[in-house]
């Protein structure tokens, strides 16, 4: 007898987190929905490295020396990491208030400030929060019903509330937040060196070439070489400062969102009440302190109820419909049904039973 067994569909929560966000590898993956500078970005440093270890290294490792083509792969290798982390990662999404607490907290705000008079602006929905002697406002966030943590923000483009939101960087297709800041930050520093390095001896190598051949032959002979230096030219001024102004703000324990607002540096001049005073502690806290984990805990099971109604399984609907009477003797084989050894003469009559014990030979 065969048995066939269904298994039941399990609905992730990261198939039903609301936002603009796109999940791959079963929920492993989180990136924002425009992704298409994201592939450019790995289109350009593939591309140029390509070409760099195609020609350039084979000729440096043996004219010059052969550790060239080691540290420019290592750099190329932590550069390509820290891009897949700081993209692939969640940034530190806040999730969005379910109905009761949304409604708890609605009714918390109507008892704090009261009936509003028709006609008039409501008060702005703000918690004041003490920070190392300084108050911090809490701002509410009518899409995600939630009043946000200090340093949080919106993103427009994703339509989430970050935990110290940065800004939504295109470049890597992702929010930059509290948990792939520091990997974002190692990523742009080590593409300034990769750029810097490659576009060096890219002019090296025109060089050595020069000597040889001549400048205007070498230029003819090396396309691929002129291409690099063009990429690595216009790429180094934007990498070098976009690292040199996120040096400026970890060294300050500042983010871009809180740079671009003045929330620090206003006509108040109110004191950072992160800032430790001390660049070291700064950073260190940046880019070296604890990682929290992800709260949206994207692979986690949804209840039945909350993934939405749902069709009976297939091994439901069969067992409902097949007889309750037992038919297993359908499914055997002559030689393994029973034998019946009793003839229509040797049954007893219906009506009255006698016990098959009385039944003599002479009867027969």
């Not at 290294?57 to 540290?71: E, G, K």
């Amino acid at each position: 007898m065969s048995v066939m067994v269904v298994r039941k569909k399990v609905t992730r929560k990261w198939e039903k987190l609301p936002g603009r966000n796109t999940f791959c590898c079963d929920g492993r993956v989180m990136m924002a929905r425009q992704k298409g500078i994201f592939y450019l970005t790995l289109f350009l440093i593939l591309g140029t490295c390509t070409l760099f270890f195609a020609f350039e290294c084979r000729y440096l490792a043996v004219q010059l020396s052969p550790a060239i083509p080691v540290f420019a792969a290592m750099l190329f290798l932590f550069s390509m990491a820290t891009l897949l982390r700081t993209s692939f990662s969640d940034p530190g999404v806040i999730p969005r208030a379910l109905p009761d607490e949304a409604a708890f907290i609605e009714m918390e705000i109507e008892a704090t400030n009261g009936a509003v008079p028709q006609g008039q602006r409501p008060p702005p929905r703000i918690k004041n929060f003490q920070i190392n002697n300084q108050i911090v406002k809490l701002k509410y966030c009518y899409t995600c019903k939630i009043f946000r943590p200090p340093r949080a923000s919106h993103c427009s483009i994703c339509d989430n509330c970050v935990e110290r939101f940065d800004h939504h960087c295109p470049w890597v297709g992702n929010c930059v937040g509290k948990r792939n800041y520091r990997y974002f930050y190692l990523f742009i520093l080590s593409l300034s060196l990769l750029t810097i390095y490659v576009f060096a001896f890219n002019i090296v190598y025109v060089a050595l070439k020069s000597l040889k051949i001549g400048f205007l032959e070498t230029l003819k002979e090396t396309p691929g070489t002129v291409l690099e230096v063009l990429i690595c030219f216009f790429t180094l001024w934007s990498v070098v400062g976009l690292t040199g102004f996120h040096t400026f703000l970890v060294a300050l324990n500042q983010t871009t969102n809180e740079d671009i607002k003045g929330s620090w540096t206003g006509k108040n001049r109110v004191q950072n009440p992160y800032s430790h005073g001390n660049i070291v502690k700064n950073c260190c806290e940046v880019l070296c302190g604890p990682l929290p984990p992800s709260v949206l805990d994207r692979r986690g099971i949804l209840p039945l109820e909350e993934s939405g109604s749902r069709p009976p399984s297939t091994q439901e609907t069969s067992s409902s419909l097949l007889p309750q009477s037992p038919a297993p003797t359908e499914h055997l084989s002559p030689s393994e049904m029973p034998e019946d050894t009793s003839t229509p003469e040797e049954m007893p009559p219906p009506e009255p039973p006698e016990p098959p014990q009385e039944v003599t030979a002479a009867e027969k």
